[in-house]
């Protein structure tokens, strides 16, 4: 699976943006796919992650309420709506899957998105 992250831009704090990430070749609706993100000076964090059916999600407790991941299958895509937006939200955001069935911080994520950058200015 390859993926492709977008979406992400300047937005002033409290503000929102949608982040897409379109996936190419074959996904099962039962695997995890995850998004990710980078701080400048940080290390990588989970965000959030959901089977692609939709049917089983998970957040870091960070953004839970006002992030929301979701999945269109027909366009073989994954969203991230973030909102209510903080400077401290800053960072790259990758997309990621996995072949586990289990979308949580925890499983290894094989295949990654090459990021889209996220600032919010305060």
């Known amino acids: 699976v390859q993926l492709q992250a977008s979406g992400g831009g300047l937005v002033e704090a409290g503000g929102s943006l949608r982040l897409s990430c379109a996936a190419s070749?074959?996904?099962?609706?039962?695997?995890?796919v995850g998004w990710f993100r980078q701080a400048p000076g940080k290390e990588r964090e989970f965000v959030a992650a959901?089977?692609?059916?939709?049917?089983?999600?998970d957040y870091a407790d960070s953004v839970r309420g006002r992030f929301t991941i979701s999945t269109n299958n027909a366009k073989n895509t994954v969203y991230l709506q973030i909102s209510s937006l903080k400077p401290e939200d800053t960072a790259i955001y990758y997309c990621?899957?996995?072949?586990?069935?289990?979308?949580?911080?925890?499983?290894?994520?094989?295949?990654w998105g090459q990021g889209t950058l996220v600032t919010v200015s305060s």
């Open positions: 959901i089977t692609w059916s939709g049917g089983s999600v």
């Open positions: 990621a899957s996995s072949a586990s069935r289990r979308p949580s911080p925890s499983t290894v994520y094989d295949s």
């Open positions: 070749g074959r996904t099962f609706s039962s695997n995890a």
